[in-house]
């Protein structure tokens, strides 16, 4: 399983960034691929995650109302569309990869253990 996350760029506050995850070595339709990043001095988060096969999303608050996160299958992507960033959206950004399928899981889709993951993309906004 390989995960390559890109698209993170230095952008100004109210920027859009499109994040994008190229996967490989496995059956894409048979994941569930998420979005966490982490900023300095901070614990990681969970953004948001996309079923494969049925294309079920769920988001956290953080990401809700500005980022959605869409997949492509020719291309065996995912990706973060990022709206009306700001200073607080600096950070690591990785996507993970998980067999399970979270969506019904009682601690909630984000929180359970993703097996791979990407070697993260720097996004970095100044005010």
């Known amino acids: 399983v390989q995960l390559v996350e890109s698209g993170g760029a230095v952008v100004q506050t109210g920027s859009s960034l499109r994040l994008s995850c190229a996967t490989s070595?496995?059956?894409?339709?048979?994941?569930?691929i998420a979005w966490f990043r982490q900023a300095p001095g901070k614990e990681r988060e969970g953004l948001a995650c996309?079923?494969?096969?049925?294309?079920?999303?769920y988001y956290a608050e953080p990401a809700k109302g500005r980022f959605s996160i869409s997949r492509d299958f020719t291309k065996r992507s995912v990706y973060l569309h990022m709206n009306n960033l700001g200073p607080d959206d600096t950070a690591i950004y990785y996507c993970?990869?998980?067999?399970?399928?979270?969506?019904?899981?009682?601690?909630?889709?984000?929180?359970?253990?993703?097996?791979?993951w990407g070697q993260g993309t720097q996004v970095t906004v100044s005010s």
């Open positions: 993970a990869a998980t067999l399970r399928y979270p969506f019904e899981d009682v601690l909630g889709p984000l929180a359970v253990e993703y097996e791979a």
């Open positions: 070595g496995f059956t894409f339709d048979d994941y569930t």
């Open positions: 996309i079923g494969i096969s049925e294309g079920r999303t």
